[in-house]
Each structure stands twice: as structure tokens, then as C-alpha cells.
């Protein structure tokens, strides 16, 4: 069974960068199309941005772009979701996900990963 954990997040300011982190264990990761989602308050779960298992195609979602970068390291079973230029309205709760790469389904849409971290809290406050 693929287990997730997420590193990475804090306190940041408007303007500043982290770098979120996601190890799995329990099964070779490169079998697995990777992705984040995040909770933000007020608005529903949204997929932030995915990476196939080989990391040959990404992409991240409107609000991301030209800020997130999505990237992994199937030798070191981990992925990594580079935030720049963070906005207060980035705030939310960050969730590292899974699937089989041979499933199909809507890479930006919740229901099409079975497996999810416990979440790392970002914080985009002055």
C-alpha cells in the first residue's frame, strides 16, 4: 500500500518561496502518476498540479502558473512542488496524491486519486 508523507510547509511572506515535499513508502513510486491538491479556506479541494510517472509530462493549474513548478525524483521515491511568488490566497492546507499510471481520470479532479498525504500546512501571511 502507497503511503504519502509531506514536508515542507510553514510561514511564509507575500512574495516568498517554499518547497513542499512528499515521500512515499510502501511501493516504488515510479509506478505512480503524481499530483497536488490543496484546501483552501472557504473554497473546495483543487488540484494545484500533476506529473506522470516517468516526470516527462506536468502541468499546474491557472492559478499556478509561472510560479509552481512540480518535480520528481523516483530514485529518492519523492516528489517536490516548488512555490514562488506566494499570494496570501495560496493559504490553504497542501495535499501530496497518487495513482496508478494506468488508470484513468481527470488529473486536476480529486476523485481520481486513491491515495493522499496527511497534508502540510502553508501559511502566506505578512
Known amino acids: 500500500q502507497l503511503q504519502l508523507v509531506e514536508s515542507g510547509g510553514g510561514l511564509v511572506q507575500p512574495g516568498g518561496s517554499l518547497r513542499l515535499s512528499c515521500a512515499a513508502s510502501?511501493?516504488?513510486?515510479?509506478?505512480?502518476?503524481l499530483g497536488w491538491f490543496r484546501q483552501v479556506p472557504g473554497k473546495e479541494r483543487e488540484g494545484v498540479s500533476w506529473?506522470?510517472?516517468?516526470?516527462?509530462?506536468?502541468n499546474v493549474n491557472d492559478f499556478a502558473k509561472g510560479r509552481f513548478t512540480i518535480s520528481r525524483d523516483n530514485t529518492k521515491n519523492t516528489a517536490y512542488l516548488q512555490m514562488n511568488n506566494l499570494k496570501p490566497e495560496d493559504t490553504g492546507v497542501y495535499y501530496c496524491?497518487?495513482?496508478?499510471?494506468?488508470?484513468?481520470?481527470?488529473?486536476?479532479?480529486?476523485?481520481?486519486?486513491?491515495?493522499w498525504g496527511q497534508g502540510t500546512q502553508v501559511t502566506v501571511s505578512s
Open positions: 496524491v497518487a495513482k496508478e499510471s494506468w488508470a484513468p481520470g481527470d488529473l486536476l479532479a480529486s476523485r481520481t486519486y486513491p491515495y
Open positions: 510502501g511501493s516504488p513510486l515510479d509506478a505512480y502518476t
Open positions: 506529473i506522470s510517472a516517468s516526470g516527462r509530462s506536468a
